[in-house]
């Protein structure tokens, strides 16, 4: 599971809460441990902006974004969102999914590569992300 993206930048709020998730053991307890690892090593690599430099240039936590499936060519947008919010529309992607770990900081033209659930690779390009 990873994003082929080479540099990451995270907005500073985007930051702080994603670092307060992973600091509450009943949020680690239902995450996979290899998302934990992923969200941990990106957020320590990642450089830190204000949400305003980011805006509509790099995905962040509530942001919707567009992203299309490499193998079917289908196009999903999506809202990267926090775990507490997921599952009140179709399109919420939990920042604590595999996939929505490895869209933090990715900008358009990224590719995601990750294992859906059942073990097959599947890669993901990021066409457009809405401000």
């Known amino acids: ?8 930048t995270v907005t500073t709020r985007d930051h702080a809460q994603i670092t307060g998730l992973l600091k509450d053991p009943q949020v680690c307890d239902h995450a996979l441990p290899e998302v934990l690892r992923s969200l941990r090593e990106r957020l320590q690599r990642a450089e830190c902006v204000e949400a305003s430099q980011g805006s ?9 974004f567009y992203l299309q499936d490499q193998t079917t060519g289908e196009v999903i947008k999506h809202w990267l969102c926090s775990p507490d919010a997921a599952g009140y529309s179709a399109n ?5 999914s595999p996939l929505g770990a490895n869209v933090l900081g990715c900008r358009v033209g990224d590719e995601i590569v990750v294992d859906d659930a059942n073990g097959r690779r599947r890669r993901f390009t990021v066409l457009r992300i809405l401000a």
């Open 1 to 8: 599971m990873k994003s082929l993206a080479t540099k990451y």
């Open 56 to 64: 509509g240039e790099l995905i962040s936590m509530n942001s919707p």
């Open 92 to 96: 919420d992607l939990s920042i604590l």
